[in-house]
């Protein structure tokens, strides 16, 4: 890696840590870019990629931002707020599917794809599960280059956009537990966490990772019991070194965890799954000997969920009952609380666009960046991804000999 190579955690985390009048202070940039932010298609998402902050310090630093309107309605960032710092408020979509770089948070739907041009670099999340051959074959038609924002790295190796969701993810799923198990009809009637006099309510987590550590610490803050489960020893290990308290840790050993399950009020889901493994994690037959109003969120449902009894929902209808335990599965927690989730993107991508501009453009920071590199699925219109290519039997080439030819 070059000495003078730049990477996205040497920039600001956000654009509010910096007075409105210090934002002229940026030197300019060797590029000039235009971002188009779109609207979601749905209601089931409600975050957006940049804030007006953020949109402001780029427009300082010669960017042009397009901005659908009514992008950041649901975030409660009103279109005059763009408005006010620069940002170009349009209504055509293909207007906006033009500009040089795309920022939306779902994937582009098939009217989306339709309007782009070539040489356009596109970021959103990808959604593996529930995309097939043709929304890939369409995009490399259109000759873009596509990257999934989730899977790009920051320089220690790690995935920021993953960990700030999953620290979004972990205070918020014990909230919505807490709502539902003191609720009179979904829930027992408890409150999630203890005081003094009464036993504590008890909380088991499946999966030791970031989203199981913010809700450990949440559960603990409350006074609940935690238990945590995983099938990796260092997970846990790590995991309780990171915990100031003591808490109960037990690799994935069925007895063990149907006993935890029985006296559990509630139950969260939060493992990544990995090649190899079951469908699900946690049988019927478990679920059917809890607790009458426990609590269960699936926070894994969006890679097919790790209950047996698991069904997608959505923010509308959040929840259902099977065996009286109450269930929710919803894919996108983090959209629940839209104004904070957009913030911490807008975290992330305000300082890569300006490490883009700075690099001389995106395929420039493609050759200097691995993390950057590490997000990339299509490559001018050629897929790179080895998974998508060997899942719906599409050929796919190796990045860095792409980038290396037409150096």
């Known amino acids: 890696m070059a000495a003078n190579e730049q990477n996205i955690s040497n920039f600001p985390l956000t654009s509010q840590m910096i007075p409105k009048e210090e934002k002229l202070a940026f030197s300019p940039k060797k590029a000039s870019l235009t971002i188009a932010i779109l609207k979601e298609n749905n209601d089931t998402e409600r975050r957006v990629c940049l804030s007006p902050d953020a949109v402001g310090l780029l427009v300082q630093n010669g960017h042009t931002i397009l901005v659908e309107r009514g992008a950041g309605i649901a975030s409660h960032f009103e279109d005059v707020y763009y408005s006010n710092e620069g940002a170009q408020i349009l209504d055509s979509k293909e207007e906006l599917l033009k500009a040089s770089i795309i920022l939306k948070v779902s994937p582009l739907n098939n009217q989306e794809i339709s309007s782009l041009v070539k040489n356009q670099t596109l970021l959103t999340t990808l959604q593996f599960l ?31 956009i993953i960990r700030s969701m999953g620290e979004i993810v972990g205070n918020s799923s014990l909230h919505i537990a807490a709502k539902y198990l003191a609720h009179h009809k979904y829930g027992n009637g408890s409150m999630l966490g203890g005081i003094p006099g009464l036993k504590p309510t008890e909380v088991v987590i499946i999966g030791a990772g970031t989203v199981s550590e913010n809700a450990t610490k949440a559960a603990i803050g409350m006074g609940a019991n935690v238990k945590v489960f995983d099938n990796s020893v260092y997970r846990l290990r790590r995991l309780q070194s990171n915990i100031s308290n003591k808490i109960f840790t037990s690799v994935l050993q069925p007895k063990i965890l149907e006993e935890a399950l029985m006296t559990a009020d509630v139950v969260l889901g939060a493992m990544r799954k990995q090649k190899g493994t079951p469908s699900f ?127």
Request: hydrophobic share 40%; glycine share 6%.
């Open 130 to 160: 529930s995309r097939d051959k043709n929304y890939f074959a369409s995009l490399s038609e259109r000759k873009i280059t596509a990257l999934a924002f989730e899977k790009i790295k920051d320089n220690t190796g790690s995935y920021p």
């Open 281 to 407: 994690m946690v049988p019927a037959y478990m679920i059917q000997k809890m607790k009458k109003g426990a609590v269960i969120i699936d926070i894994s449902i969006d890679q097919g969920g790790i209950f047996e009894t698991s069904r997608l929902t959505t923010h509308e209808e959040p929840i259902y009952q099977e065996f009286d335990i109450t269930h929710y599965c919803v894919p996108n927690i983090a959209s629940g609380v839209p104004r904070t989730a957009s913030q911490a993107l807008s975290n992330f991508f305000m300082p890569l666009v300006l490490q883009i501009a700075e690099e001389g453009g995106v395929e420039q920071l493609l050759r200097s960046n691995e993390g950057f590199r590490s997000g990339v699925y299509i490559f001018n219109g050629v897929i790179t991804d080895k998974e998508i290519g060997e899942s719906f039997n599409m050929s796919y080439r190796n990045l860095e000999l792409l980038l290396a030819v037409l150096h």
